[in-house]
């Protein structure tokens, strides 16, 4: 992981392209998918392949057999060129978002870092790391969390199937299949008066239900450590709204959802030793 943190903090980003690129993996250009680098010198770790989860085609990455007895290649694949450009966002999303199919071999997992930059410094990061098969599609989500309020402008995301995240070891014939990406629940936090509350409160969101976008407001009495997720109704963590120290006073979360199907959604604000959950209902 110390490896590929350093590789990425050093990448050169431009803009280029609009949001995630070719996220539907539809479109590829000489054996590569348009708007992505691989690093694939055999030409077959990273295929087009026809099982989708939706439209004609997916990324399907393959450790694969090297040119040496014994050797393997892993697949790479980041939304890029081959100068290691990222592409161009201008909001603070919460999550990446997906679907998957994946059928390690030993102990081998499907990796994925997404790394928001905001004038060629890192504000925000999420990593997936996943290990257990799934022959349907599969939907992911990987949250992103923020140590900066600065807008971003540009994001990298790169995906790998080995051993571990480091792009060391794998096994032959380990595959998993890449499609749908989107940005998951957009998020806008802004202070909304300097007046400092006596005590830390989290308000019910507003509207509620709600379709697609949500606020959420709470107050906290004295500088804190701030962090405000939501999860789906079983407990597993979609996004991340806010992870930040900030300021003594009453701010405003804007949550939008429009990645997210209809039902009831858990709201946990911490701040400090505070700690507080509300459910959210999502009606579309």
């Known amino acids: 992981m110390k490896k590929l943190i350093l590789f990425l903090t050093i990448l050169n980003l431009s803009l280029f392209a609009q949001d995630i690129p070719n996220a539907g993996f539809e479109n590829w250009t000489n054996g590569n998918p ?38 393997i290649v892993l ?18 999303y919460g999550s990446l978002t997906g679907f998957y199919q994946f059928s390690p071999v030993g102990n081998d997992g499907l990796f994925a870092i997404v790394w928001i930059y905001s004038d060629n410094t890192i504000i925000g990061a999420g990593a997936l790391e996943i290990f257990n098969s799934a022959s349907s599609y599969t939907q992911f989500s990987a949250p992103i969390e923020y140590n900066s309020s600065e807008v971003p402008d540009s994001a990298v995301i790169w995906f790998l199937v080995g051993g571990d995240s480091t792009g060391e070891g794998g096994n032959l014939g380990s595959f998993a299949l890449i499609d749908d990406l989107s940005w998951g629940g957009v998020v806008a936090v802004e202070k909304v008066n300097s007046n400092i509350p006596s005590v830390f409160a989290m308000h019910q969101n507003y509207p509620n239900p709600f379709n697609p976008s949500t606020t959420i407001e709470y107050a906290i009495p004295k500088e804190s450590f701030v962090e405000l997720k939501v999860y789906d109704i079983i407990g597993n963590e979609l996004t991340t709204l806010v992870s930040e120290y900030q300021p003594a006073g009453r701010f405003r979360a804007e949550f939008n959802a429009a990645n997210l199907s209809s039902g009831i959604y858990i709201a946990k604000l911490t701040a400090g030793s505070f700690t507080k959950s509300m459910k959210m209902t999502l009606m579309k």
């Open 34 to 71: 348009d708007g992505w680098f691989t690093f694939d010198f055999l030409g077959d770790a990273v295929i087009q392949s026809t099982v989708s989860h939706s439209g004609s085609s997916a990324a399907r990455l393959e450790i694969v057999a090297g040119l040496t007895p014994g050797s």
């Open 75 to 92: 697949p790479w694949m980041w939304a890029g060129d081959g100068s290691f450009q990222g592409f161009p966002i201008n909001q603070t």
